[in-house]
T-cell receptor, first 115, second 110 residues
Framework: GAGVSQSPRYKVAKRGQDVALRCDPI?????LFWYQQALGQGPEFLTY????????KSGLPSDRFFAERPEGSVSTLKIQRTQQEDSAVYLC?????????????FGEGSRLTVL | QQPVQSPQAVILREGEDAVINCSSS?????VHWYRQKHGEAPVFLMI?????EQKGHDKISASFNEKKQQSSLYLTASQLSYSGTYFC???????????FGPGTSLSVIP
């Protein structure tokens, strides 16, 4: 596709439910990043893939958060047993090369609301 | 560690200039600047690499002082379309992740 695509755009979950958020990066982009953006805040780094390898997951807030990119293209961010503090916009971004040092192309995000 | 941005918010009249500052306590490899409008994805403005170069993009330019670990974004003759939240992002090494600051809200009014 022309840009980074994320789905669903909006997700409402009851506390305790599991959710899965999908990111389809720009075709051919090697690196993929997940960020969490709370209302009125900057994007906070969660995790980073280079092809299918998860090179950095230091930003994942707890073991309830899990991300994968099994074939080096589409990625899924899974949140188990959602809590109210997980409510945020989850942004996915991709870059052509390994790592950044170039433009990050962002998707429009998945807005998660946990009730 | 998250970079610090100042000011937190600024209101301008069309045609006025603004400067947004970004600083880090760590040695930086690069500084990125993005603008995000409400409900939209952040959009890349420019990246400055270690070397202190200044870049320009229409009436928006930026500088990077690597010795002070500081960057400034300059918006001249502001237009209504410049409204949004500006984020700086920093890398401490090449081909690493970008850590974003808390943002500066810019509102341009007629």
């Amino acid at each position: 596709g022309a840009g980074v695509s994320q789905s669903p755009r909006y997700k409402v979950a009851k506390r305790g439910q599991d959710v899965a958020l999908r990111c389809d990066p720009i075709s051919g982009h090697v690196s993929l990043f997940w960020y969490q953006q709370a209302l009125g805040q900057g994007p906070e780094f969660l995790t980073y893939f280079q092809n299918e390898a998860q090179l950095d997951k230091s930003g994942l807030p707890s073991d309830r958060f899990f991300a994968e990119r099994p074939e080096g293209s589409v990625s899924t961010l899974k949140i188990q047993r959602t809590q109210q503090e997980d409510s945020a916009v989850y942004l996915c971004a991709s870059t052509r090369a390994g790592g950044v040092t170039g433009e990050l192309f962002f998707g429009e995000g998945s807005r998660l609301t946990v009730l | 560690q998250q970079p610090v941005q100042s000011p937190q918010a600024v209101i301008l009249r069309e045609g006025e200039d603004a400067v947004i500052n970004c600083s880090s306590s760590k040695a930086l490899y690069s500084v990125h600047w993005y603008r995000q409008k409400h409900g939209e994805a952040p959009v890349f403005l420019m990246i400055l690499l270690k070397g202190g170069e200044q870049k320009g993009h229409d009436k928006i330019s930026a500088s990077f002082n690597e010795k002070k670990q500081q960057s400034s974004l300059y918006l001249t003759a502001s237009q209504l379309s410049y409204s949004g939240t500006y984020f700086c992002g920093t890398e401490t090494t090449s081909y690493d992740k970008v850590i974003f600051g808390p943002g500066t809200s810019l509102s341009v009014i007629p």
